[in-house]
């Protein structure tokens, strides 16, 4: 038929592909250009940039406001400091603890996804809640409220440092190969739907339970990679810092600031997020916490869809002369109101529709 | 022979209300069957219940020959059984092409997101909704909202359509190209319920009409014989009006079935 002419062209990321590679290797060449504070830094941003492409699966495509990244995190460093302690080798144990971390979620998420909204969202913090009680009575194993020490990487501190940075680059190019896969095949696209009306992709034949299940998996289990391998590099975990709900905040703020349900927002956003907390706010000790806060409150009211979703194009282009508005407050509100309808073709990746119902829902 | 649809002794109670009550009829392949009531009769909890939205609290449904009673919604889309709301249920942030793209890998024969998107394309034509097909399904009016239901029901490859008031707030230009569309459905092949309020499309479209009042199946036919039964009359009019048309009857000597 004649109609294949008609369909429209994807829009392709090959560009924002040259730009994510360039970005990683910069990363990784951070122990040759600078100092180990920099090559810390550079950990962080791998680290938090994986978390936050993993949250992703389950808030962005799925629409699914999940708080349970520290429960993983936590889960997968514990799980990979025991396994650890008992002898495995490093890399072994953060395999495992992968692994474990997967399957946790799998079991829990069949049940708590039946759950949705503020009942979802709550029932993922109490997952936090819970395994930080587990790590911290069952001293036996997980060392209870005195932590876990873990046996530290023999080679130096430069060595060591390398090391690490290179398991959390891996790990984030893992994430992201999997976010490119996920976002072209049918599992995104149902994903999209369910975020969208949950009612009406169970009408389609999408077998929803299943799919958020296999989502909320996806978005657990690099969180235990992630944090098996913080395990090693800190080298001591206690129950408090292995399960932080600061954590499960910032990781969901860094998917928001840079677009939710797209390939590339969440790592715009956590690299964006964890150089302007290491310039900025860190320097505000008592505040820290406070300025996070007022960050999120700004990027709900003023940029629900994040960076990715600013007409950029706009900013620059000069108003026409009839119309006095300036095109930034313009693109600014189209961007606040969520307005889609001069951007018709652009509205196939619905990132903005999941957390613009964030902040309603936040604000009812 | 079997029958397309099998809906045997079926009902369901919402705590003391009870919506359907022991409601039996078949549906034969290529027929097309209008599903009439008043307001509140139970016409959509029907449609759930053969649709597995909801679970029959009594009887059974068979579909094709299998017992389909326990369904979930999703496997009912995937074994041919789709349906449209009444209230349109679209993916609102997706593209009109995405949204029928949608049924088509989902429930369809498509077996990539490229090949849903082609399929989907050709039943927007179909509908008549080509030319908006990029457009987000939010932006699009009433009736072209409806089409869309239909399209996206059409990409899932019915055997069974349940048109749920596609029909209901549409203008009568708008409902004489809907009728189009139908006839040229049931000439493909699929079987089509159709619940609808307004007279003039089940008596021009259906072959066979059932009347549903407070959840009982109290009358099923020909259009003609059904809207003159009195039984019918009195659900819609009430006891009085159908005793004043009855005694009218007799005197003209109008036979009644």
Excluded at chain 1, 279 to 303: C, E, K, P, R, S
Excluded at chain 2, 32 to 47: D, Y
Aim: glycine share 8%; hydrophobic share 50%; proline share 4%.
């Amino acid at each position: 038929m004649s109609t294949s002419a008609k369909l429209p062209a994807r829009r392709g990321l090959r560009p924002a592909h040259f730009v994510f590679l360039a970005w990683a290797l910069l990363l990784a060449a951070m122990p040759f250009l600078a100092d180990n504070y920099f090559v810390r830094l550079a950990t962080f941003v791998a680290m938090y940039s994986a978390l936050a492409l993993s949250w992703n699966f389950i808030g962005g495509y799925t629409g699914y406001p999940s708080f349970a990244t520290a429960a993983f995190v936590g889960l997968g460093s514990y799980t990979g400091a025991v396994l650890q302690n008992a002898g495995a080798p490093m890399v072994a144990a953060w395999v495992c603890a992968t692994l474990f971390t997967g399957l946790v979620a799998a079991l829990i998420g069949a049940a708590i996804l039946r759950m949705k909204g503020h009942y979802f969202a709550v029932g993922s913090i109490t997952l936090i809640e819970v395994l930080h009680q587990v790590a911290s009575l069952w001293s036996s194993v997980t060392g209870g409220g005195e932590g876990l020490n873990v046996p530290i990487l023999a080679g130096g501190p430069d060595f060591a440092g390398r090391v690490f940075l290179y398991a959390m680059l891996a790990t984030l190019l893992l994430v992201w190969a999997v976010t490119l896969w996920v976002d072209r095949s049918k599992l995104g696209f149902g994903l999209r739907c369910i975020s969208q009306n949950e009612d009406a992709a169970d009408m389609v034949g999408i077998q929803v339970n299943r799919y958020k299940t296999v989502a909320f998996t996806l978005s657990a289990l690099f969180c235990g990679t992630v944090g098996a391998i913080y395990a090693s590099w800190v080298s001591y975990i206690s129950p408090s810092d292995a399960f932080s709900v600061l954590l499960t905040l910032k990781v969901p703020a860094m998917a928001m600031l840079g677009g939710l349900g797209t390939v590339y927002g969440p790592i715009v956003g956590a690299a964006a997020f964890v150089l302007m907390e290491e310039t900025i706010w860190a320097h505000f000790l008592d505040y820290n916490q406070a300025i996070l806060g007022v960050v999120i409150v700004l990027l709900i009211l003023f940029l629900p869809g994040g960076f990715l979703k600013i007409d950029y194009r706009r900013l620059w282009r000069r108003p026409p002369p009839a119309r006095p508005a300036a095109p930034a407050a313009s693109a600014l509100s189209a961007a606040v109101t969520g307005e889609k309808a001069e951007k018709g073709e652009k509205a196939d990746k619905a990132a903005a529709a999941p957390l613009a119902t964030f902040a309603r829902e936040g604000r009812s | 022979m079997s029958h397309l649809l099998e809906v045997r002794n079926l009902s369901k109670s919402f705590g003391g209300l009870q919506a359907t009550k022991d409601v039996s009829f078949t549906l034969d392949e290529g027929e097309i069957v209008g599903l009439i009531g008043p307001n509140g009769a139970g016409k959509t909890t029907l449609v759930n219940l053969i649709t597995g939205v909801l679970s029959p609290s009594a009887g059974s449904i068979v579909f094709r020959g299998r017992d389909v009673s326990r369904q979930r919604p999703w496997q009912a889309a995937r074994s041919g059984l789709a349906r449209t709301f009444q209230i349109v249920q679209p993916f609102p942030q997706m593209t009109v092409l995405e949204n029928v793209a949608a049924g088509a890998l989902f429930a369809g024969a498509a077996s990539s997101r490229a090949q849903a998107e082609r399929e989907a394309m050709e039943h927007l034509e179909f509908v008549g909704l080509a030319d908006q097909a990029l457009r987000p399904a939010t932006a699009l009016t009433l009736p072209s909202r409806k089409r869309l239901e239909l399209a996206k029901s059409l990409a899932m490859k019915p055997k069974l359509l349940l048109l749920d008031e596609v029909n209901a707030g549409l203008n009568t230009a708008e409902i004489d190209k809907a009728l189009a569309l139908m006839r040229t459905i049931a000439a493909r092949g699929i079987t089509i319920l159709l619940i609808e309020h307004l007279m003039k499309v089940v008596t021009s479209l259906s072959t066979r009409v059932l009347v549903l009042h407070h959840g009982e199946l109290i009358s099923q036919g020909a259009p003609q014989a059904v809207l003159e039964d009195p039984k019918v009359v009195e659900a819609y009019l009430g006891s009085k009006f159908a005793a004043r048309l009855a005694a009218q009857a007799q005197e003209t000597g109008v036979e009644h079935v």
